[in-house]
């Protein structure tokens, strides 16, 4: 068994990652912004089932500050990158998000390869490989890259993060290997009250929050299923420098059809459940005095379909149902009093 790291300690992937490496055996260290959350991510592991929580210990350090890190990694086989800025609205200059995400990613691939460490495993995003296409029909797969122009800020910095990475592991990364996880929107069982913002949409469309649902398409997947994904590119020898998209398999879903499926598998939590679309004019209508509307118009109508099958054929990736994650996820919003 190996030491391992994980960056982000408190983020909801981590949290699941972690939750599955001590299951199966693994000394992890966890990076944390700020060590006050520690006893709070303890306390979610614990009721979530977590074993051998003696072998787990938390490090301060921070994307944006050198401190912390060195100390963080040594003695590490493997690190999980999975930190990132995530913006809790709009932020005026993109440069907020893009410096911190390249450069944390940069400073956390040096400390790595000065450790000697075996692979970095980097969460990055399906936003540096799906967006900025208009009407596209083939399938996106792990060859692409988005395009820059027009991209939001968050888009933007996750897919300039990774760029940095490949350029870094190309031009100084000695032996250091990296592997990277591409997933699309998150989703699955909470281990805390700690909602992701893809979780958030989930409990607006229960709290009546949006009274119809706008053209919006999107794929999932679920956080467990990314997290045994993560640790099949740690172990595996094929993921050396490789990058795998992590997606449920199937066409993506209308938000549309996320509501039916919560509205048919837990009828009684889904009074509040939209049950018709709202059509794309009257968005763009609304958008002329909405800044939230306006915000929306760009991905209405537009449908990226995804290949996920590089994870499955080189690594064994089973990812389970997409119904089975949206249940589950509305029984862990119910559960913790979320709706």
């Known amino acids: ?11 909801f992937v981590a949290s699941h990652l972690i939750l599955k490496l001590l299951k199966d055996g693994h000394t992890v260290r966890a990076t ?76 956390v691939l040096r400390a790595a390869r000065d450790a000697h460490v075996k692979r970095v495993i980097f969460t990055s995003s399906f936003a540096a490989i799906g967006y900025g296409y208009k009407d596209r029909q083939e399938p996106f797969t792990e060859a692409d890259w988005s395009v820059l122009d027009g991209l939001p800020a968050y888009h933007k910095s996750k897919a ?21 996880i591409n997933p699309v ?16 949409l989930f409990k607006k469309l229960m709290d009546g929050s949006i009274p119809r649902c ?25 993921a050396k420098n490789e990058r795998f998209i992590a997606s449920c398999d199937g066409s993506p879903l209308a938000l549309i059809d996320v509501a039916r499926i919560i509205s048919e598998g837990r009828p009684e939590k889904a009074k509040k459940i939209p049950t018709a679309e709202l059509p ?47 249940i589950d996820t509305v029984d862990s919003l119910v559960e913790h009093g979320m709706v």
């Not at 391992?4 to 300690?9: D, H, M, N, R, W």
């Not at 050198?66 to 932020?91: L, N, R």
């Not at 706008?214 to 172990?235: C, E, G, Q, S, W």
């Open 1 to 11: 068994m190996s030491t391992i790291l994980v960056t982000g300690g408190s983020g």
């Open 32 to 107: 944390l912004r700020s060590l006050s959350k520690e006893q709070h991510i303890r306390s979610a592991l614990q009721k979530a089932g977590a074993v051998n929580l003696d072998r787990l210990s938390f490090h301060a350090a921070d994307l944006v500050e050198d401190q912390g890190w060195s100390e963080a990694i040594q003695g590490c086989t493997f690190i999980h990158h999975v930190a990132s800025p995530f913006p809790a609205q709009a932020v005026k200059d993109e440069n907020e998000l893009i410096v911190p995400a390249r450069e944390g990613t940069l400073r």
């Open 160 to 180: 300039l993060a990774e760029k940095a990475a490949w350029a870094f592991i190309e031009a100084e990364g000695g032996d250091l290997e990296l592997s990277v």
């Open 185 to 200: 929107g998150i989703s699955g069982p909470l281990l805390s009250n700690d909602m992701s913002s893809s979780i958030d």
């Open 214 to 238: 706008p053209k919006t398409y999107f794929n999932l997947v679920d956080v467990r299923d990314l997290a045994d994904l993560h640790i099949r590119a740690m172990l595996d020898p094929a």
């Open 280 to 326: 794309t004019w009257v968005v763009k209508l609304a958008a002329i005095c909405s800044p939230a509307a306006r915000q929306m118009v760009p991905v209405l109508d537009v449908i990226r379909p995804i290949n996920n099958e590089k994870a499955k054929a080189v690594l064994g990736w089973t990812p389970r149902p997409v119904h089975d994650t949206v």
